[in-house]
């Protein structure tokens, strides 16, 4: 029991003077660290993304996929004496393009998904008339007003198969401009 009174003694005393040390410690090395952001200098301009200069894709690589340049043909080796491209020359006359920034993607994935909402609606209409007419079809007994609804009624048909081709298309675009987006970096927010 003497020991362990004489071991807790001398462990109490080690953290009293251990104590004061490292808040000595602790407070230098505060003042130092506020003397060092005194004396280095503030920056002199904050660089955005609006400052970079837009880097174009490699000379060898398409712009879309399974697109070839006529810069880059099969077979073409790349000299360094060679003169560059004229692809890669910068067109000063041509506008500029819009700045692809979150409200360009957002824009672009709305204006896709508004439309595949847009032809799903007609579609849930057309197929709607395709019901009636063919009730309005086995209710008659006319040959001639059955002709004339059948005929309505292939039209129609005719409609929704082009309406699902166009709502197929917009999923594809839908995932395409996806697509572009993850290869262009841009946060999967700004499609969402």
Do not use: C, H
């Not at 880097?55 to 043909?73: L, Q, R, W, Y």
């Not at 004496?81 to 500029?96: F, I, R, S």
């Not at 008659?140 to 292939?154: E, V």
């Amino acid at each position: 029991m003497r020991k362990l009174l004489s071991a807790a003694l001398f462990a109490g005393a080690l953290a009293m003077i251990a104590a004061p040390v490292a808040a000595q410690s602790l407070g230098e090395l505060a003042k130092r660290e506020a003397e060092r952001k005194k004396a280095t200098p503030q920056a002199k301009k904050t660089y955005t993304n609006d400052d970079l200069k837009q880097i174009p894709p490699p000379a060898g690589t398409p712009a879309k996929p399974g697109e070839a340049t006529d810069a880059a043909k099969p077979g073409d080796a790349a000299k360094p004496g060679d003169a560059k491209p004229e692809a890669e020359k910068v067109d000063a006359t041509k506008p500029a393009e819009p700045a692809k920034d979150q409200a360009y993607w957002r824009g672009r994935v709305n204006a896709a998904n508004e439309d595949i909402r847009r032809n799903e609606a007609f579609l849930e209409a057309m197929q709607t008339r395709v019901n009636s007419l063919t009730a309005d079809f086995t209710a008659r007994d006319d040959p001639y007003q059955r002709a004339k609804i059948a005929d309505d009624r292939q039209k129609a048909l005719a409609e929704m198969a082009r309406l699902k081709e166009d709502i197929e298309k917009g999923k594809k675009l839908v995932v395409d401009i996806e697509e572009e987006a993850r290869r262009a970096g841009v946060p999967p927010g700004w499609i969402r």
